[in-house]
């Protein structure tokens, strides 16, 4: 009988692994950034919710990316916790829709329309999950994915959010659309088009361009464009594990994507928690795998 089908109990440390928990900090600056742009009041009970309920989110849509690829995984990441035989992919199906349902509860007690975001989220992430390999839009199914996130934290603190959080949303969207079309290549390595990777360079011209006048945003651009550009120069050696390092890199680096907009709104010492969250996740990152 084939491991994969038997009702495997699953370890903390599994669990870890298939969430990609260590990418979460990147989660909880996408809820930070959008309740500073929404010009709602930064409670901090509305901001754990939020958060809560955006990481159930997560690590449920990473459990379900683990079961919808079982096979190809088998064929292509053997390493991977339901091909190696350490949990069953049925017992991954559960929890991985488990935790997007509490995940959509959590966001409704915070705020009705949070509830509606996740949900909204929701539907992104399976729809995501089922379909990224066989279709050619699934980095902007992956972009809508974040894009809810910023819907919940936005709404958790305010019914009616400031149009610069969905501004700051775009932006993130096409940044996780770049990220999402390189990730496609860090099995065969090589890339057929450089386009899509314009979109880990918008937010920075975007913001340089509409410049408020904060005085430490210009920093947050140097070292978000240092840092974009050293994982470009990985993904373009074309190897395998070159392209995986900088998908890492590139989700840890959308903390300072959030960083940057919260810094051009003044807002300078939440940008540094951010940038301690872009610290948090490499280090995260060295012990449990972002991709």
Known sequence: MDPRTLALPMKLNTALRLGRTSNLPTVWTNVLAAASLSGGTLAASSLLLAALAASALYVGGMFLNDAFDAEIDAQERPERPIPAGEVSRSTVWRWGYGLLAAGAILAFITRPTAGLAALATCAAIVAYNAWHKQNALSPVVMGLCRFGVYGIGAFAVTATPEAAVWVGALL?????????????????????????????VAPAVALLLAWSGAPWLRSFLGGYALWVQRAISLIRSGKPQKIRQAIGALIAGIALLDAMVIANC?????????????????????????T
């Open 266 to 290: 003044g807002e300078t010492g939440l940008a540094l928690v951010c940038v301690a969250a872009f610290g948090a996740t490499l280090a995260a990152q060295s012990r449990i795998a972002g």
């Open 172 to 200: 993130l969207m096409g940044y996780v659309l770049g990220l999402t079309y390189a990730a496609k290549f860090e099995s065969s390595g090589g890339m057929g088009r450089w386009a899509p990777l314009l979109g880990l």
